[in-house]
Antibody
Framework: EVQLVESGGDLVQPGGSLRLSCAAS????????MTWVRQVPGKGLEWVGRIKNKVNGESAAYAEAVQGRFTISRDDSKNTVYLQMYSLKTDDTAVYYCTIGYCTSSGDCHYDDAFHFWGQGTMVTVSS | QSALTQPPSASGSPGQSVTISCTGT?????????VSWYQQYPGKAPKLIIYEVNQRPSGVPDRFSGSKSGNTASLTVSGLQADDDADYFCSSYTGSNNLAVFGGGTKLTVL
């Protein structure tokens, strides 16, 4: 059974920093591209960013809203992906989910367009 | 990248069919056949129910179907059941810096 467990959410002041973690189990983590999605409670979903696997250079992509402030990294030895957030704004207040794309039984994986497994989310509140 | 446009609400009686629209642009829905749909209950994480416009992950009932025409994608829920009462979100691949864009969500009420 695939499990994703996020942690690290907290109340932080504007301009502050925070690091979220997402621990994965039940998958070959080193193969997976990991994505972060956030959701303001009661509102829509927003794609935050993605990191590829080591074979693909662990390259990351970010939403324009967080570009230059957020950094995604991974530690395959710990089956964990991180979201480092700097210069936090009140608009960053949301539940943050880590997700993994959908792979068919034939091995066709949709890492950037279909998010299959989700964690339970961790709440980040940016407020003074 | 602007969010995809969904109606805020939809409703239907048990056994009926309901269709939820998702309107994007020629930069996302209109160009890529990578539209997905998610079902979300309050306080829970989203669940993937449709990918690649009209494909269902294993375990998703065939009461859920997807389609696309031009810049608009649609999710149809047939034979409505009480547990279909949930929020539904669409998403599209964009190929731009923001790799994926989501809709604002539609609250489906089963009357």
């Amino acid at each position: 059974e695939v499990q994703l467990v996020e942690s690290g959410g907290d109340l932080v002041q504007p301009g502050g920093s925070l690091r979220l973690s997402c621990a994965a189990s039940g998958i070959t983590f080193s193969d997976a591209w990991m994505t972060w999605v956030r959701q303001v409670p009661g509102k829509g979903l927003e794609w935050v960013g993605r990191i590829k696997n080591k074979v693909n250079g662990e390259s990351a992509a970010y939403a324009e809203a967080v570009q230059g402030r957020f950094t995604i990294s991974r530690d395959d030895s710990k089956n964990t992906v991180y979201l480092q957030m700097y210069s936090l704004k009140t608009d960053d207040t949301a539940v943050y989910y880590c997700t993994i794309g959908y792979c068919t039984s034939s091995g066709d994986c949709h890492y950037d367009d279909a998010f299959h497994f989700w964690g339970q989310g961790t709440m980040v509140t940016v407020s003074s | 990248q602007s969010a995809l446009t969904q109606p805020p609400s939809a409703s239907g009686s048990p056994g009926q069919s309901v269709t939820i629209s998702c309107t994007g642009t020629s930069s996302d829905v209109g160009t890529y056949d990578f539209v997905s749909w998610y079902q979300q209950y309050p306080g829970k994480a989203p669940k993937l129910i449709i990918y690649e416009v009209n494909q269902r992950p294993s375990g998703v009932p065939d009461r859920f179907s997807g389609s696309k025409s031009g810049n608009t994608a649609s999710l149809t829920v047939s034979g409505l059941q009480a547990d279909d009462d949930a929020d539904y979100f669409c998403s599209s691949y964009t190929g731009s810096n923001n790799l994926a864009v989501f809709g604002g969500g539609t609250k489906l009420t089963v009357l």
